[in-house]
């Protein structure tokens, strides 16, 4: 096989399968449930099993930048898990002294990503990830959004939220600053021209994103409303069974017994 | 901060910020933009290829759900065969963009390059949007648990009790002013 069928094997068809394994495996009945489970696992394999180096196509550095990530994600996630379940709630199973350390990891976690972002972008084979800046200027844009809306929604849902609102502006101001100084300084290894063309495609990128997205969406929503207004009104209901009506009598009796002996 | 509950006031609100926050970005970049200091991205063909890769997707995914989840009760024909059709739509829209020569940079200007640069372009933005969304929210979700609040009585009742009990709610909001 060519390279290019190599891609269609081991990175589209896996892709374009994930929806269809997704929701195989929330199926209430059984055997489509293992099913969705086999084909995720076909999936996984069929991603890591790339017979060509990574560095020789898109698809490929594309799977590198995600191995590249997964350590700080990692660390990110373990850490507010740790943070979050040994807090002051109802459902803590982790001790309290384990909050300052969820916490250090989170700090540690953005950390590790700030010392890829200036000194040790993704690399293999000696080449650069073409995707890194595409992927930093996403993560900042969307950070920019996401944080603001955040420290509003606190701030306006939440019952004195000051302490949580500050920090969420906080991380905002933190992400467009840090956006902007890339425009402006660039890294070591980037020119800010390529900073700011990518910054550039990857508004032109979230717009159609959001755009494409919710289009679908919206059709979806309108044939299933086509579909439910398109049902047959619903013909008259059996009555209850003996066995039923005295089933039910059984749980009233049991319950509300001064509405049952009314 | 909110007292008195209005939904429709507060959620105008919160789209504004976040649609302030995006003109934000939008400027900055425009600035740069009208300065000259940036290679030939070619912003309108990548919106619009985003926008069709996008639904194209979108659709696809839709349509594979509705498969897998359909069953002899569901009567899932608009949605099968409307969420299919979408898709047929998008791709043969997009295919219809690239021809007329509306393309981007980065890839062969062939049709299947196209899709496939424009589909690993939107797969990692999203990416990194459903990173920042569980990492924001799980660190305010831990801040906001952080907080010591003295014990709800309600938590102290067994879900499975049918017990009609009241709540003297009057002395509880007298007792916290």
Same mark, same amino acid.
């Given at each position: 096989?060519g390279?290019?069928?190599d891609?269609l094997?081991h990175?589209?068809?896996?892709?374009?399968a994930?929806p269809?394994?997704?929701?195989?495996?929330?199926?209430?009945d059984?055997p489509?449930?293992w099913?969705?489970?086999?084909?995720?696992?076909?999936i996984?394999?069929?991603?890591?099993m790339q017979?060509n180096?990574l560095?020789t196509s898109l698809?490929g550095w594309?799977?590198n930048?995600?191995?590249s990530i997964?350590?700080?994600?990692? &660390?990110?996630?373990?850490?507010?898990?740790?943070?979050?379940f040994?807090?002051?709630i109802?459902?803590?199973?982790?001790?309290?002294d384990?909050?300052p350390v969820?916490?250090?990891m989170i700090?540690?976690?953005?950390?590790w990503f700030?010392?890829?972002?200036?000194e040790?972008?993704?690399?293999? /084979?000696?080449?650069?990830n073409p995707?890194?800046?595409?992927?930093?200027?996403?993560?900042?844009t969307?950070?920019?959004?996401?944080?603001?809306?955040?420290?509003?929604?606190a701030?306006v849902?939440g019952?004195e939220r000051?302490?949580e609102?500050?920090?969420m502006?906080?991380s905002s101001l933190s992400?467009?600053?840090i956006?902007?100084?890339l425009l402006?300084?660039g890294?070591v290894s980037d /020119?800010?021209?390529f900073?700011?063309?990518?910054s550039?495609g990857?508004?032109g990128?979230?717009a159609?994103l &959001?755009?494409?997205g919710?289009?679908a969406?919206?059709?979806?929503?309108?044939?299933?409303? @086509?579909?439910?207004k398109?049902?047959?009104?619903?013909g008259?209901?059996?009555p209850?069974s003996?066995?039923e009506?005295?089933?039910?009598?059984e749980?009233?009796?049991k319950?509300v017994?001064e509405?049952?002996?009314? | 901060?909110?007292? /008195?509950?209005?939904?429709?006031?507060?959620?105008?609100t919160l789209?504004?910020?976040v649609?302030?926050?995006?003109v934000l970005?939008?400027?900055a970049?425009?600035?740069?933009?009208v300065?000259?200091?940036?290679t030939? %991205?070619?912003?309108?063909s990548?919106?619009v290829?985003?926008?069709l890769i996008?639904?194209?997707v979108?659709?696809?995914? @839709?349509?594979l759900?509705?498969?897998a989840?359909?069953?002899?009760h569901?009567?899932?024909v608009e949605?099968?065969?409307? $969420?299919l059709?979408?898709?047929?739509?998008?791709?043969?829209?997009f295919g219809?963009?690239? /021809?007329s020569g509306?393309?981007?940079t980065?890839?062969?200007i062939d049709?299947?390059?196209?899709?496939?640069?424009?589909a690993?372009r @939107?797969?990692i933005?999203?990416a990194?949007g459903? &990173?920042?969304?569980a990492?924001i929210?799980g660190?305010?979700? %831990?801040?906001?648990?952080?907080?010591?609040?003295s014990?709800?009585?309600?938590?102290?009742?067994?879900?499975?009790?049918f017990e009609?009990?009241s709540?003297? $709610?009057?002395?509880r909001a007298?007792?916290?002013?």
């Amino acid at each position: 096989m060519g390279p290019e069928q190599d891609l269609l094997l081991h990175f589209w068809l896996p892709l374009a399968a994930t929806p269809l394994a997704l929701a195989l495996m929330i199926a209430k009945d059984s055997p489509r449930r293992w099913a969705g489970r086999l084909l995720g696992i076909t999936i996984f394999v069929a991603l890591v099993m790339q017979p060509n180096a990574l560095a020789t196509s898109l698809e490929g550095w594309s799977l590198n930048l995600i191995f590249s990530i997964f350590g700080p994600t990692l &660390l990110a996630g373990a850490g507010i898990l740790i943070a979050l379940f040994s807090g002051p709630i109802p459902v803590a199973p982790l001790p309290r002294d384990l909050r300052p350390v969820g916490l250090v990891m989170i700090l540690l976690s953005v950390g590790w990503f700030m010392f890829m972002l200036f000194e040790n972008r993704p690399f293999l /084979d000696g080449l650069e990830n073409p995707w890194w800046r595409h992927l930093v200027t996403s993560l900042l844009t969307t950070s920019v959004i996401v944080s603001g809306f955040a420290a509003a929604f606190a701030y306006v849902m939440g019952d004195e939220r000051l302490r949580e609102s500050t920090i969420m502006a906080a991380s905002s101001l933190s992400a467009f600053g840090i956006l902007i100084y890339l425009l402006a300084e660039g890294t070591v290894s980037d /020119d800010p021209v390529f900073w700011r063309s990518a910054s550039w495609g990857v508004l032109g990128d979230l717009a159609g994103l &959001l755009v494409g997205g919710f289009a679908a969406l919206g059709l979806f929503i309108m044939l299933v409303w @086509i579909g439910e207004k398109n049902q047959p009104i619903p013909g008259p209901v059996e009555p209850l069974s003996e066995e039923e009506r005295a089933r039910v009598n059984e749980i009233l009796q049991k319950h509300v017994p001064e509405e049952v002996s009314k | 901060m909110n007292s /008195d509950g209005d939904a429709r006031r507060d959620w105008r609100t919160l789209s504004l910020v976040v649609l302030g926050l995006l003109v934000l970005i939008v400027l900055a970049n425009l600035r740069l933009e009208v300065r000259g200091e940036v290679t030939d %991205v070619g912003i309108w063909s990548r919106f619009v290829h985003a926008a069709l890769i996008s639904f194209t997707v979108v659709s696809g995914g @839709i349509f594979l759900a509705t498969m897998a989840l359909s069953h002899k009760h569901a009567r899932l024909v608009e949605q099968a065969l409307g $969420t299919l059709l979408a898709t047929v739509v998008g791709a043969f829209l997009f295919g219809l963009a690239v /021809d007329s020569g509306l393309t981007t940079t980065g890839a062969a200007i062939d049709v299947w390059s196209q899709f496939a640069l424009g589909a690993l372009r @939107i797969l990692i933005l999203q990416a990194a949007g459903w &990173l920042s969304i569980a990492f924001i929210f799980g660190i305010l979700l %831990v801040l906001v648990t952080g907080r010591e609040s003295s014990p709800d009585p309600l938590l102290t009742l067994e879900s499975t009790e049918f017990e009609i009990i009241s709540v003297d $709610t009057e002395s509880r909001a007298d007792s916290e002013e």
